[in-house]
């Protein structure tokens, strides 16, 4: 295929046509059987293919088939053509969006800014000051194994140099990779160990993410004129620390994934440090190396041996190099020895000192090596992510109330005191001196000994590995000022707070962000109530100061939006950060929000520069930080080209809000209260017709768990974590991510839009056609719910509806959602002036278009191996049959990208 010169973010019929062909190609060398049924399949759809006539006739073709198909034990082959369909379209996307990027996307941000008035000066200067902050999330919504992981890797390139060269070794390539994929199994057979996320996140952070993350410093260096003092980039990481639900999280798995993570960056130090060896052989007799630079050589010779000490006197870069070498050896060994070990690093800062006296000792042609591995260093330092660690509030709150029940500080009713009084009891517990947790941990039960043993595996961890290693403290379902102060008292006794009378060492006196994450529209609301009580604590107020006057405060999108619905928990979200944003300035605290993000439009996906632009104002500060979850981590980052190019867009657009905000003035910058006025009323009916179905009708979980596979993704090993906290009944107990994805793959994805029809029918409809073409937020949420709303196919839908036993639910349940969808696809048209969906935005909607029919070969096949699932009579073919629903979700999940 001849790529077109003209570049498209999405995906073209020719694209579609390649990829038909290349799969046609590969199933006659592989299954010629299979390639029959799969021709079959594709000419049954191009006939009118995004029809309802098309769903029935091919669900009528389907039926007649899968008889056939079973016959021959082709059903599996038949789901894995049509998976590696959509995977080979997903590589294609991604190469189609890496090509819009370009090498001067920040000069060219600051060259707009120019144009629109502002001084370089004043650009610069908050530049500086910027830092995106992405936490690499073990959501269970990467369906892949890393078998195929690194397959799309090595495809990826393959496909470029098809479109550039026509390289038939390339195609060669691709099929033999292709080959591989089809005699391997598309799902795990092993549960999903947490060992095996890090390993999964490894790769693609030393495949792609480090060398994108410093070119990204390499651009920002460039523009500032001047090295570096940090890095714009940190990298984090829920994997080991995330155990809010999650047993498999112990204390062992995250110390050793700490560990496993320090050990994988310094190997990336040591690799740069050996080509660096072999690279600068320059001699004394041509550079002079400054005079800190011979100094440090001199008092550090006797650790070389005497091979490289021949070096000393000739080829002094070399010699320092093999120095950097061995205190790097010996980092690693420290990592596991009782005592200390001599002739290493003690922080990143040495590491980087020894760098410096380098590059200021060269040009800077001949440093530009030396400069990168600076960067990587300011990136990685001896952590490489940053952990979070999350709990939930019931687990914090047990814990204490037991503890203090032990202390005889109150009963062991603590957890259901008022919350006056457990502020009382805290309050006194933490004007007591500190106690020795070790002497108490074996006098609790299990999981409240697992708690404090937590505390005390971070506090060695940050003494031990180093102070970066973790930072936040995550309070899942944070309800009230207590939770947080639970928290405290812990931080307290485990050293990981001490006050400035206290600490003598030059360690930070808080070494832990004390964070609350705020899930429900409730929380939400009462978030600024909650920082107030804080900040008016005494103990809390020290702990502030302590921390520089800083506040971490995750923000949920996912919960909030399985709470009230996708318009009131986006309109809610929006609130609770203006509001918090306005409560720092009365505080004069500094509120860093953490953003709770995920692919799913119901999770807060979509542009993330039209979110950025589109938030309260002042709610930023210069720094963002944000989930980046399950599938969306490949899709974003496992190509380097399209690493770099979300990471330079996302400092762009970073420095670009920051910019607006700092200096902005004038109304665009405030926020319409005519705005606010008119959105209230629409985000409170959506909720309300949201909550009427998901919680006030009684039958509805037993559609859910019969309407959509949630009982065939509960089993399948994507994750290590369980789908739900509890093992309930009810809705508030499942978790966001597999409610989102159980929705998605029955093509319903009610999570992304239910409700907001309603909401919007309550309004003034020309006011929300204004309020659609002035208000940035407004607009930005109807398009992102637009893009979403163009992937629901209730043709699909409703085959799945057939699925419910008890009519009247069914009956009930499908009539809500078919009326609130054409309620709701009535205003998204008329606020997007819009005769058919989409229709301003023709390449997305045509994209979606094209991937319909053949989702739908993939969602047939699914319901009919359902049917056969349920009718099934012995053990064996029930697990054989569970092993092809769970091909289908993996295959579904491919096709519509952004589930969870």
């Known amino acids: 295929m001849q790529k077109s010169s003209k570049k498209s973010t999405l995906l073209s019929p020719q694209e579609f046509r390649f990829v038909s062909e290349i799969l046609t190609e590969m199933l006659e060398r592989t299954d010629k059987k299979v390639k029959s049924y799969f021709v079959m399949l594709q000419k049954c759809l191009e006939h009118n293919p995004s029809s309802q006539k098309s769903t029935l006739t091919l669900q009528q073709t389907l039926t007649d088939t899968l008889s056939l198909i079973a016959k021959e034990d082709k059903i599996l082959p038949i789901i894995k053509a049509f998976t590696l369909y959509h995977m080979l379209l997903n590589i294609i ?202 100094q440090s050589l001199e008092s550090e010779k006797h650790e070389l041996s005497s091979s490289e000490l021949r070096l000393f006197e000739r080829e002094p870069f070399r010699a320092k190099l093999y120095l950097i070498k061995k205190k790097l050896e010996n980092r690693l060994i420290l990592i596991n020895v009782p005592d200390s070990v001599n002739f290493t690093y003690k922080s990143i800062q040495e590491f980087l000192d020894d760098i410096d006296m380098m590059i200021e000792s060269l040009d800077s042609l001949s440093a530009s090596r030396l400069i990168e591995l600076r960067h990587l260093a300011l990136l990685g330092g001896f952590h490489l992510l940053r952990m ?113 009378k206290e600490s003598k060492s030059k360690k930070p006196k808080a070494r832990i962000s004390i964070t609350p994450l ?94 950025l632009l589109s938030s309260a104002p002042q709610s930023i500060g210069g720094v963002l930080k944000t989930t980046e979850q399950g599938e969306m981590i490949s899709a974003k980052y496992l190509q380097q080209k399209s690493a770099t190019k979300n990471l330079s867009s996302t400092i762009s657009a970073l420095l670009k809000k920051e910019v607006y905000d700092r200096f902005c003035v004038g109304e665009s910058c405030h926020i319409d209260t005519h705005t606010i006025n008119l959105l209230e009323p629409v985000s409170a009916k959506s909720c309300e017709h949201y909550r009427e179905l998901v919680y006030g009708y009684n039958g509805f979980m037993e559609y859910f768990k019969n309407a959509t596979p949630i009982e065939f993704i509960q089993n399948l090993n994507l994750g290590s974590r369980p789908s739900k906290r509890k093992d309930t009944q009810k809705v508030e107990d499942l978790r966001a991510i597999p409610w989102v994805f159980a929705w998605t793959q029955n093509r319903a994805i009610i999570p992304a839009w239910y409700g907001l029809g309603s909401g919007l029918a309550s309004g003034d409809k020309s006011a929300l056609k204004a309020c659609y073409e002035e208000n940035l937020f407004f607009k930005t949420t109807i398009d992102n719910i637009s893009q979403a709303f163009m992937k629901v196919d209730l043709d699909i839908a409703k085959l799945y509806n057939e699925f419910v036993k008890n009519k009247n639910i069914q009956k009930n349940v499908w009539e809500s959602i078919y009326s609130q969808y054409q309620l709701t696809m009535e205003y998204l048209l008329f606020l997007r002036g819009e005769n058919v969906l989409l229709d301003r935005e023709s390449n997305i909607r045509e994209s979606i278009l094209l991937r319909r029919p053949y989702l739908s070969v993939l969602n047939l096949t699914q319901i009919e191996l359902i049917k056969k699932y349920h009718s099934c009579n012995y053990p064996k073919q029930r697990q054989r049959l569970m092993e092809q629903i769970h091909a289908t979700i993996v295959g579904i999940a491919q096709g519509i990208r952004n589930t969870g």
């Not at 300035?585 to 509120?591: D, F, G, H, N, T």
């Open 518 to 611: 705020f899930e429900t529209i409730d929380d939400l609301q009462k978030a600024p109530r909650i920082i107030r009580t804080l900040f008016d604590n005494p103990h809390y107020k020290q702990y502030l100061i302590d921390h520089q006057m800083q506040q971490e405060i995750m923000i949920g999108y996912s919960d909030s939006s399985k709470d009230g619905g996708i318009f009131a928990s986006n309109y809610n979200l929006y609130k609770a950060i203006e509001n918090l944003a306005k409560l720092q300035s009365q505080l004069k605290i500094r509120i860093n929000f953490f953003h709770g993000r995920g692919g799913s439009v119901s999770r807060g996906g979509g542009s993330l520069e039209a979110a």
């Open 93 to 294: 996307e991604e190469i189609n969006l890496s090509e819009t990027y370009t090498l001067n996307h920040l000069s060219k941000t600051i060259q707009g800014l120019l144009q629109e008035g502002y001084d370089k000066n004043d650009i610069i200067e908050v530049l500086k000051d910027l830092t995106f902050y992405p936490v690499f999330t073990a959501h269970p919504t990467e369906s892949r194994r890393r078998t195929f992981l690194e397959a799309h890797h090595q495809m990826s390139q393959d496909i470029k140099s098809i479109f550039a060269y026509q390289s038939k070794q390339a195609r060669e390539h691709l099929f033999y990779r292709l080959n591989l994929l089809w005699n391997t199994h598309l799902v795990r057979s092993e549960k999903m160990e947490i060992l095996f996320e890090l390993d999964n996140l490894l790769y693609i952070i030393e495949s792609s993410i480090l060398d994108a993350s410093t070119k990204v410093l390499g651009d920002v260096r460039e523009v500032l004129g001047q090295e570096l003092e940090a890095s714009p980039i940190v990298l984090g990481s829920w994997i080991g620390g995330d155990r809010d639900g999650n047993p498999f999280v112990s204390n062992e798995v995250m110390t050793k994934v700490m560990k496993t993570s320090q050990r994988a960056i310094v190997n990336v130090y040591l690799e740069s440090v050996n080509k660096l060896i072999r690279e600068l052989s320059m001699s004394i007799d041509f550079i002079q190396p400054s005079k800190r630079f011979l």
């Open 388 to 500: 979070d660690f999350r709990e939930h509030r019931d687990v914090i709150v047990k814990t204490i109330c037991e503890i203090f029940c032990l202390m005889g500080l109150c009963d062991s009713d603590f957890k259901d005191l008022n919350e006056h009084q457990k502020i009382e009891i805290l309050n006194r517990a933490l004007s007591h001196k500190r106690i020795n947790l070790h002497t108490i941990i074996d006098q609790l039960s299990p999981d409240s000994a697992r708690l404090v043993e937590a505390f005390l595996k971070i506090q060695w961890s940050k003494n031990r590995l180093c102070e970066e290693v973790l930072q936040s403290f995550i309070v899942s379902m944070s309800t009230q000022a207590s939770d947080l102060l639970c928290v405290l008292w812990l931080a307290k006794q485990s050293e990981l707070w001490k006050t400035s």
